[in-house]
């Protein structure tokens, strides 16, 4: 009898836990760990690509000269001088880069019209006179650029050959034009600049261009003037400071 309750109790108790556990509450499932988001890693600035632009600025010439006269019946012989040939510069440039991870690597032409010119009067003796009028029309420079890119920001050196037309005009006081004459010369250049990205196509520089050019003049004194021939050797030194913007194109 005593065996016999004391199995009807575990039977109850074991019964009755059952019941009182299917009525306690799940436990809460386990929480997966926190994921933190990534950063954001922004787009490097890919500078691969063709580009048109525009530029404007001005430029600083200085210009040495030497004017030999020959077989003049009234003189001979050779006169120095220099000055300064200033004014705006404006005009458009084409090229390509290439990029290999900062390094930047291209190729750029352009075309600049000046105002660049200079007047001056000479005194060649018994009360005659020279006006002399040096101008530098145009230059054109095809140069390579390398540089470094910091994403949008590029720093960079260029240089190559360079093209100027000058031009000088000697008209003597009671005797005429002397000499009139326009000279294409083939020099060099180098420079650097800093240039900008604002968006993906559109980018802004600055940049300094220095030019070397020695042009030269042949022309014939008229015969009121005592003829014969006058020759001139020049050396122009151009400093050009700009700004310009630029269209690229998608890269390669």
Same mark, same amino acid.
């Given at each position: ?7 009807? @109790?575990?039977?109850? @108790? ?29 787009? @490097?600035?890919?500078?691969? &690509? ?6 404007? &600025? ?12 020959? &077989? ?8 120095? =001088? ?17 990029? *290999? ?74 005797? =005429? ?9 083939? &020099?060099?250049?180098?420079?650097? =600049? ?7 196509? *559109? ?50």
């Amino acid at each position: 009898m005593r065996r016999f309750v004391v199995a009807a @109790v575990s039977i109850f @108790v074991g019964t009755t836990g059952t019941l009182f556990a299917a009525d306690l509450p799940a436990p809460a499932p386990a929480q997966a760990p926190a994921r933190y988001a990534p950063p954001v890693v922004l787009p @490097v600035y890919n500078w691969a &690509g063709f580009y048109l632009g525009i530029n404007a &600025g001005y430029g600083f010439a200085s210009g040495n000269r030497t004017a030999t006269l020959t &077989g003049n019946t009234f003189a001979t012989g050779t006169v120095t =001088g220099n000055g300064n040939l200033n004014g705006f510069v404006g005009g458009g440039q084409i090229g390509a880069n290439w990029q *290999w991870d900062a390094w930047v690597l291209g190729i750029e032409g352009d075309f600049q019209g000046t105002t660049q010119s200079k007047t001056q009067t000479i005194a060649c003796g018994g009360g005659c006179s020279l006006t002399e009028e040096a101008k530098i029309p145009w230059f054109a420079t095809v140069r390579a650029r390398a540089g470094v890119a910091f994403d949008r920001v590029l720093i960079y050196g260029t240089g190559g050959v360079a093209f100027l037309d000058a031009s000088d005009k000697l008209t003597a006081t009671g005797g =005429g034009t002397v000499l009139s004459a326009s000279n294409t010369k083939t &020099g060099w250049t180098a420079g650097a =600049g800093v240039e900008v990205a604002f968006t993906e196509n *559109w980018t802004a520089r600055i940049e300094y261009l220095f030019v070397d050019v020695s042009p030269s003049f042949t022309g014939t004194v008229p015969a009121s003037l005592g003829g014969g021939t006058v020759t001139e050797s020049a050396t122009i030194k151009d400093s050009v400071v700009r700004v310009g913007v630029n269209f690229k194109f998608r890269p390669y």
